[in-house]
């Protein structure tokens, strides 16, 4: 079990995770949050890009599956066409429906990943689920004060990242 908040990775863009990268750290199934990971809040559907990069990954034979706290209307009409595995109302940060999928998608927490935009839904459910943590910088971060507070809480960790990979 990881007990930090601190990701072991971070990325601009979700695409900056290639195949080739998550093949080389021995990740056979990537769990993916939706809102400002992959898409704003605002794109309904996934776009050229999260369609391409989730070929990629399949040709690479990496699983791939959807683990959000939004609601289902919004990942039906998201997955409507890509048919990924996928869980709704989530709650993350608890690992339940994170341990749930990777049985689904048959992966272990040795071998999966999970990639998010927030520290404290995201990694932490990763970590609590026992497996890595992939961080990106939110396509469209809100600017609204709860928002803003929750970036100010995640500065340390950041930091701690940081100061990780000099
Ligand atoms: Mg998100």
Redesign the pocket.
Known sequence: MKFTLVPEYIFDKFNDATPEFLVSIGVKGILL?V???LEPYEHAEPGIHVIAWLKSLERAGIRTAIISNNNDKRIDLFNKNIGMPAIARAAKPFPKNLRRMMKEIGTTPENTIFM???ILTDVWAAHNAGIRAILVTPINDKKDIFTRFKRVLEKPFLRKYKKGKK
């Open positions: 949050d809102d400002n990971t998010g935009d927030q």
